[in-house]
T-cell receptor, first 114, second 117 residues
Framework: DAGVIQSPRHEVTEMGQEVTLRCKPI?????LFWYRQTMMRGLELLIYFNNNVPIDDSGMPEDRFSAKMPNASFSTLKIQPSEPRDSAVYFCASRPQGRGQPQHFGDGTRLSIL | AQTVTQSQPEMSVQEAETVTLSCTYD???????LFWYKQPPSRQMILVIR??????QNATENRFSVNFQKAAKSFSLKISDSQLGDAAMYFC??????????????FGTGTRLAVRP
């Protein structure tokens, strides 16, 4: 079975540009999560969805960040405009319904804002 | 709010030996889940093992086992017969089971494990 698929794997762009990160969760998983990993702050939850509906976006740093899940098999995380401090590894994860089900992570997108 | 503490930034183990990684957490809840994830240099986040707080029996997955001490709020990971492929960053994570707490995974800061040949 395919795991969580993220694209691109690496992204390098200049400050001020729009960045779009993509995620395809595991088929049948009802929950989708976006995390950010930095050396300073470790792994932080940005937002998560249940059945395509955003449930908790309290981790989204500011209005420059937005996330959508138009259907059960696709989600995007957008940063506009991007800033150097947004440089990080962004992970998408998904999990099925059910008590104690673990989250399964994608390979992450390494984002560098110059 | 829950916190997860991994007090060992780095650990080293000889190949084929056993190593234990420490994790403590702080919570006022009685029902929750605990996880260990492995992050090798390839940067994938791989689930190693999970524990449900209401189960007293310690979880085991092949060479990986945990020592779950609920009263002490401790959740250590033991790796037996260490292999070179075990070299990675290991993260301990907490998740509440309560409906009102959402689905947030709270991670520790990680322990980098080196395996000496």
């Amino acid at each position: 079975d395919a795991g969580v698929i993220q694209s691109p794997r690496h992204e390098v762009t200049e400050m001020g540009q729009e960045v779009t990160l993509r995620c395809k969760p595991i088929s049948g998983h009802d929950y989708l999560f976006w995390y950010r990993q930095t050396m300073m702050r470790g792994l932080e939850l940005l937002i998560y969805f249940n059945n395509n509906v955003p449930i908790d976006d309290s981790g989204m740093p500011e209005d420059r960040f937005s996330a959508k899940m138009p259907n059960a098999s696709f989600s995007t995380l957008k940063i506009q405009p991007s800033e150097p401090r947004d440089s990080a590894v962004y992970f998408c994860a998904s999990r099925p319904q059910g008590r104690g089900q673990p989250q399964h992570f994608g390979d992450g997108t390494r984002l560098s804002i110059l | 709010a829950q916190t997860v503490t991994q007090s060992q930034p780095e650990m080293s183990v000889q190949e084929a030996e056993t190593v234990t990684l420490s994790c403590t957490y702080d919570t006022s809840e009685s029902d929750y889940y605990l996880f260990w994830y492995k992050q090798p240099p390839s940067r994938q986040m791989i689930l190693v093992i999970r524990q449900e707080a209401y189960k007293q029996q310690n979880a085991t997955e092949n060479r990986f086992s945990v020592n779950f001490q609920k009263a002490a709020k401790s959740f250590s990971l033991k790796i037996s017969d260490s292999q070179l492929g075990d070299a990675a960053m290991y993260f301990c994570a907490y998740r509440s089971a309560g409906e009102s707490s959402g689905d947030k995974l709270t991670f520790g800061t990680g322990t980098r494990l080196a395996v000496r040949p």
